[in-house]
């Protein structure tokens, strides 16, 4: 893989990290409110796939989709000012937090009532086949998601008339508090897809670099007319379900082991060869720092300064976004029936 | 110009001229296709369009309306048959939850061109889980429109507008209409969509109703004229928005309201409309306002109970006089 | 298999088809109204299973009902008097043909809403383990409505919970007028059950003898504690749909063919050893007839006299079913009433 | 006797009492078990009852309260809890076309002792489909008892009284109201599930109001009395049936109604209880009668929107003086 596209896809996770972080900060404050659920963790996910889409491809998400919509290019203050509830948001504060949609780039929604992304992918996917167009549609969910009933008949519908949806599986193991042993009589999510004669595959969530490799082969395939197909990415949420949830449900055990799986510690290393960690740095002392150094200066890709000088630059794009989320004005009641009046033609209705 | 049709060959004929007209339109649901529809909507059409405009679905209600709010995104306008509105109760998610909510929390950059139709009521003999009536619940929704036509001529208007408009539009059908017979000229302009329509004009008592009601209430209103009571018919043909003025403007002159729906009574769309009229014209009314309405009671199978459940034209002609007599 | 087992299941196929041919005319005649779903063709899975079930197990069917119910019981004239719409009628003719309950029978309702058999056999088999009693439930549909989200919502928890639970689908290849490959990804029923874990098998159903043993295994299965089984039966209607369809959308070669294994034919051959056709008779000359009535006479289970007899009988039996139903008063309003208020008690709710 | 409780807590205790008293009682819902509930209802009952009596499912709504169904047939009393009534649109069918109909369309052979409980309403900035209010859609069912507590001592009496019952009955709790406290008085006996209470009284007003709106219009009466009006406030702590004559009673010696509710106005539940109230009470009424209710809007994620699309006490406040102006 090229030097570029690696750096792009450390930027994005990092990016995506420090601008979910912030949202947390953000709602303790008071700035946001109602259901916020965050990504870290996923991050190899959302920017391992939609690396591999093209900006004609549409997006279907949940309500844990602030990433989704980050890496597919709505501006971190436009999200950040939806999760605001501001007039400037994606969804002109509207929406909020779980309600993300952007007609240009094809980001076609979060959806907050767990099942709806399918049926509206699959409809997505409908109108491009029926059109014949060398599209695809991407749809996110949960691994609670897949018991819902909206999954296996959009699944069906899908295979049946041979749609252009990729279904991607983001496989935490939790379904709230839930774990998935206590939600789905079979754990390995890939396998419901056998029922459907859809192509289907489990892949390392927490490695961006097989994120992104599936998600190619799986869109080749689409676009060469061979119907839907299905990837489970493993994966695991370091926070609570949502900002209300303080996960008592998990043994710390657990958590921690998956932490040192961290995507972006992960992903750090493929980027920065032999990049150490500061324990690693500490533990080895003044004299090994030096040698430590000369890994990074035969790096390939990036190195140290260059990792801190993105970071800043990462922390200065998010606090740019909070500024412009809070100088955005509120929406008003007439925004708001113009909003539910934008269907509202010149045809002979009223 | 205008001949005589059946009201499914109205709704035909509308569906036919609008997947003409443009080809993002297309006809999904179970049956639709090869088979043209189990009251015959859409016979003809399969073989004039092919499969992907006229598209026979799985039993999936759930998951094929929302199929069609997915496509309605992306610039299709799909009209989605439910084969009855008793299945629509699988569906309501995707068009209370989605299709009526996304132009809103879109922040308005989604219209949303959907139409779905779905026959319902009591027919005959269909007993209680397929005798059921939902305007009430789909009235209450925000973003909705609903329209209930009641003649072939509003059959053919309304569902030509419901697929022309980027709203969502809920068609009410009703399975005993649709072998009913009435006059279409399909040059005609239509009226607005929701514009009440003033089926008898009369002097003493406004009469409220739409859908098969209409007819019920028509015949009700012959029978009361010759007992010396002249009552108007308003025939709504739009559940939301409803057309207050027409209706507030007849009880201007006539000072009685009855109001007659197929639904069990309590908080039916009678509710709505008593209560709505209570609140325009109250020092109009000289007397309170009735409803003859369905009874509180799942239908029965048997075809007595069935008959006795629903209004009767007898029904609105006693409502009718006690409300006279008051 | 015994002589009297034999015996049994062919009369109740004959029996089933008489009755259904019957319910036929007399909705020609206006006895019988709404939607009317008849059963010919499909008689030796209602048959097979039926016979291997305890009368401790449950039943749960959909609006194509007749026949489960007459096999487990309810005597023909009180079906009958449902379908006529009387009071006498198993569900006090407010439920009708879609709607045959029988709480001493065990037979819990046929549902006319697709897909909606799938939860309450689940229910019913929830109560069941938690009590750890012996029973279990035999769950009745078709193979248009595993396309149903109940289906899969279904599957899932009986599976994950482990429920006694016996899915039978009646694959008759049609949902109304769409063909299965028309309406299903996956054309073998049986496999969607894999995305469950549940075990599945597919059978010939028009062979009374196979759906006996396949649902005997199955229940064998059940009671051992194993969780549910999955049946897939292959059959066909003769008839359309409902009394409504003229059935154009199938081809005369198709139906023909599969009335060629009409498992009342067959499950006759089996009982009636040599027992010919009248054509077979006819083509055969009188040489031959009287060659075949010899092995008539080594026969094992059933002269072809005593065929004729109980058909006879059965002719009898319907009749009287008939009869009884004719004579069988109206529902009232009050039993309406009384029928809806069945469960108020006397807890101080009004 | 009676100590201050918040109203999960009494919700908690009533499904304890119920769980300990009958072992054919049991929870099911998302999350109800090991995680305690999302609103704290089922908090440490896991632990005591285990995981059959506490089963926590999957996300299937249509097939957990269907399954509740099949349970309550074979006389199981299965209380199923929807995490938030925005997912009830996908359990409609369970219940309207199961629930309320098998023990009619049976003949009366099956009793339905089912429970479905359900937090919904317009909580904080959960934005469009998470703010739902669906009492119209199943106040318009026969067959189903809907009961709206809106103070602890409601909620303890209405949950055990309605797991005791062979109805299908439905408990509507509001996500603002759980953390709410009151006074609970375990041992006190339960007034009919359906009685209408008088939670102030006053001769200028009656103001007809349920859960959270009840406390909202009781701050509105506050206000209005310094203002000089005496309003009367009911709470109807049920919605099927209601208590016509509670509120009748009330009317004939206020002579004005005012209904309040957060449901968008059209077709709301509101509208029944104007409708019904007009037709029983029409000669005793001074003015037409008036509702403050939510607007025909979905309801928007940013706080003030949000805050502007439902009753405030300013909002009863007005619509309270400008109906006694008359
Ligand atoms: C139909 C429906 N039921 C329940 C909920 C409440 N709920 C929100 S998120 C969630 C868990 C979803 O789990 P999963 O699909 O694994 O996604 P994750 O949150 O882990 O990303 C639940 C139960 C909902 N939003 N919609
Ligand atoms: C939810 C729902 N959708 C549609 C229907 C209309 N309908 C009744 S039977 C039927 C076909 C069912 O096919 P299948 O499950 O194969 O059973 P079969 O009739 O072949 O026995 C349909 C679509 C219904 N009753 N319920
Ligand atoms: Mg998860
Ligand atoms: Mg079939």
Redesign the pocket.
Known sequence: MESRTLRALLHDMLLARAFEERAAEEYTRGNIAGFLHLYPGEEAVAVGVLHAAEPSDYIVSTYREHVHALVRGIPPGVLMAELFGRKDGCSGGLGGSMHLFDRERRFMGGYAIVGETFPVAAGIGYAVAMRQLPEAVICFFGDGAVNQGTFHEALNMTALWQLPVLFVCENNRYQIGTEIHRHSAVAEVYKRACGYRIPAHRVDGMDVLAVHEATQAALAEIRGGNGPQFLEFETYRFRGHSMADPGLYRSKVEVQSFEQEDPITVAIAETVPAYPSQEQIAAAGPDSIARLSEHLNDAGHLSTDQLEAMKAEIGRIVEQAVEFAANSPEPTMADAVAALECNRGTEVLI | MAGEVLYWQALNRALDAELAADDAVFVLG?DVGLYGGSYRVTEGLYARYGEWRLRDTP?S?GGFTGLGVGAALVGMRPVVEI?TIN?AL?ALDAIINMAAKIPFMSGGQFPMPLVVRMPGGVAKQLAAQHSQRLEQTLMNVPGLRIAVPATPQDAWWQLRQAIRSDEPIILLEHELLYFSKGPLDETAEAPPMHRASCRRAGPDLTIVAYSRMVDLSLRAAARLAEQGIEAEVIDLRSLRPVDWDTCAESLKRTHRLLVVEEDSRFAGAGAEIVAGLTERCFFDLDAAPERVAGRELPIAFNASLEAASIPRPSDIVAAGKKLCAR
Chains 1, 3 share one sequence.
Do not use: D, G, K, P
């Open positions: 179970e039993i209600e084969m299945f699988l």
